[in-house]
């Protein structure tokens, strides 16, 4: 029967004190990738939401003709 060769193994130690490993950027992209897409939406909504509401300027030149004021 054949042996299998030992393999040596080097645990070479990760550096401390950085916070974005590749691991933990890796785990984090698509919740990052998500939080990137969401804000577009609510942002183009917001824009689109904006765009469609009347101005004020605007109904001050549809009533021009009738400056009435009518006290009750």
């Known amino acids: 029967m054949a ?11 990760k550096e401390k004190g950085t916070y974005l490993h590749k691991d933990n950027w890796e785990v984090m992209k698509p919740f990052v990738h998500f939080a ?3 804000t577009a939406i609510i942002g183009s909504t917001l824009l689109a939401i904006v765009k469609l509401a009347p101005k004020a300027l605007e109904h001050k ?4 003709k009738n400056n009435k004021v009518i006290k009750i």
């Open 3 to 13: 042996t299998q060769p030992k393999r040596i193994i080097t645990n070479q130690p």
């Open 36 to 38: 990137f897409k969401a």
């Open 61 to 64: 030149t549809e009533n021009e």
